[in-house]
Structure formats: C-alpha cells, structure tokens
C-alpha cells in the first residue's frame, strides 16, 4: 500500500508539472489568480496535502498499535509534549504592555491571545532545542565515550 501511494503521489504531481507548464496564465493577465490554470494547481495542491497528512497519520498509528513497546512510547512522547507545553505556558509571562501596544497600532487583541502566542512560541523554541540536543547527543556520546 505504501508503494502505491507512492506512485499516486508521484503521478499526481506530474501531471500537475505538466498542467502548470501548459495551464499558467500570463502574468501581465490582473486576473491571474482567478484563472482555471491557477484553480487546478490549489485544488491539487490540497489533493496532495490530504493524502500526505492521511497517509502520515494512518502508516503512524498503525506503527504505533502494531510495534512492540511503540504505544508506551508514543505515550511518553505526548506526555513530554505535555510537559513542554505547560513550561511554555508558564514562561509566556506578562502580556498587557504587548496589549496595549498593540492597541497604540490599531490592532486590537486581549490578553488570551497575546498569552496563546506566546506559549506556542516557547513550545516550538523548546522543541528546536530538543531536536538539536537528540541530534548532538549520538556524537557528543561517541566522541566521549571511546
């Protein structure tokens, strides 16, 4: 199944190549973006982004449900994920002032907001620097060790 998948994907995209090739309006054209060209190539671009993300969570969970030991780590990870997001959140530390200037621009937004944003963005920086120590680690440990 995978393989197929594969091949869809493969031979979806070319035909979109071969589309865009022939398909694309001029670009002096103003209403370039309401074109059938440009219509074709969104529609096929959401074609393949569901497939890609379907395909992503069903080979996932069925790895997760179908390896040995793989729900334990899957429930490790999310518990992580947990505890990333709850460091983020208390780390997202006082939003008025960032309210009010905002407020100053013409863009009015609360307090929630400003404070979602920001512990998102804590949890995306502590996932960086996760990533980049579980990359590093391997070979500070082979550097090290021998």
Known sequence: ????????????????AIMCFFMM????????INSTGISVMFMLMWILLIVAAAAALFFGLKKVFTSRGG???????LGGLAILAIIGYALAGNEQPVVDTMSGRGIETSVGT????????NVF???VIVAVV?????????????
């Open 125 to 127: 920086f502590g996932m």
């Open 114 to 121: 400003v404070k979602t944003i920001g512990t998102l963005l």
């Open 134 to 146: 579980l990359m590093l680690w391997p070979g500070v440990k082979r550097a090290f060790g021998k």
């Open 71 to 77: 729900l334990k780590k899957a429930l490790f990870s």
């Open 1 to 16: 199944m995978h393989r197929i998948l594969k091949i869809v994907l493969i031979v979806i995209g070319i035909v979109a």
């Open 25 to 32: 309006p001029d670009e002096a054209d103003p209403d370039a």
